[in-house]
DNA sequence: AAATACCCTTGAACTAGTTTAAGGGTATTT
DNA sequence: AAATACCCTTAAACTAGTTCAAGGGTATTT
């Protein structure tokens, strides 16, 4: 992988704080560059999840079984994505979520320690990391309460308006286990929705 | 208030970062103290969150009405937490959420603005919030996603065992609420295990 | 080209939790 | 001390979504 294929991850940081060209390159240096064929795991139970995972091409999920055996999917991600057992990863414990390539990827792999021993020196990749983690927990949020007062219906209509691209991309039982229902009863939503339109 | 009253929230600081005691005093110059009655908004829909909000004494919910005027309880707090409409806080927007007192109440307010500035000054201010923040995602995402295994039942039982000092100390509505339920569930819950044991 | 595995669909029986309604207890206000 | 407001409980009717079961379509493997 050459250099400038990080310009990707460098333009997303550049959203949020600015970085010296030599700051820049320490954080190449401990950027690993990984190829994933689909339905391979990155991460899974039992393992501690080594890395965050910055997603250059492809498409994944994380999900987890509950005690019948039943998946729960509880994130799908794809390019410019972030994706791991993130409860895992930060606190360096074993997984329970499962991370499952859904098509052939391209990730950009750093390690816990790696990242933590730069967040120390670089004082902008750190305000980086906090700036998105606070973004990203606000509108996780966001999506859980506003999903609470909503039906099986009204999710999915938004899921696909607010992701027009996945919608065909990713299998309809992993939307399903993702937007909380049944495969059978999404496939039943879908065929009255197109009924009416 | 004393200054020596800060010593709390500077503990709860200490257990992830050190700080110097210039750097502590420049905390305590952003620091508002306020008095809160029981049954008053510190934050409500249409205003923007102005602080965060760490709690000295006292509890707290926050809570949205959906489009049926019915209470989704989101958060529930008590000493030494945050609380916040954390959305609006970080996207500076108007909320969306009412935060009520349950009980009267002592918080320390921080403006968004002072502690952005902190930040860029403090490294270890930026890694503090950065921190607490990833852990707070992490958990809450557990949370979240052990609850979507678990039936009505097995909620409130893992709430009671997690919080036990809430359950007396919270009303019943408003713990159904947060639980995902309706206070009417929640009882015939409770005279059920109350009969089992 | 056949065989296998995976995925989506449809129908019918079922269930966890909601809604509506009514009554009683206990703080808080007048 | 009475009145009001709030909270919890119980029961009965109801419903959104699940589970079970069976059939057909489409990739992927052999």
Redesign the pocket.
Same mark, same amino acid.
């Given at each position: 992988m050459k250099l400038e294929e990080y310009s990707k991850l460098i333009e997303n940081i550049s959203r949020y704080v600015e970085l010296t060209h030599e700051e820049e390159e320490q954080i190449f240096g401990i950027i690993k560059t990984t190829r994933v064929r689909k339905r391979q795991f990155i991460d899974q139970p039992g393992f501690i999840s080594g890395y965050r995972n910055y997603i250059y091409q492809g498409a994944f999920r994380s999900f987890f079984l509950d005690r019948?055996g /039943?998946e729960h999917t509880v994130q799908i991600a794809i390019e410019d994505w972030f994706v791991s057992d993130f409860y895992s990863y930060i606190t360096q414990t074993p997984a329970t979520l499962f991370v499952e390539a859904l098509e052939d990827a391209v990730i950009f792999q750093m390690t816990y320690r790696d990242i933590e021993g730069l967040c120390k020196k670089i004082h902008n990749l750190s305000e980086y990391f906090r700036i998105t983690t606070e973004r990203a927990f606000a509108y996780s949020r966001k999506r859980a309460l506003s999903n609470l007062s909503?039906? +099986?219906?009204q @999710?999915y209509v938004e899921f696909t308006e607010r992701y027009p691209g996945m919608a065909n991309r990713i299998?309809? /039982?992993?939307? +399903?286990s993702y937007l909380?229902?049944?495969?059978?009863?999404?496939? @039943?939503i @879908?065929?009255q929705l197109s009924r009416h339109n």
């Open positions: 019948e /039943k909503k039906d +099986a219906e @999710r299998p309809q /039982k992993v939307i +399903a909380g229902m049944s495969p059978e009863f999404l496939s @039943r @879908r065929s």
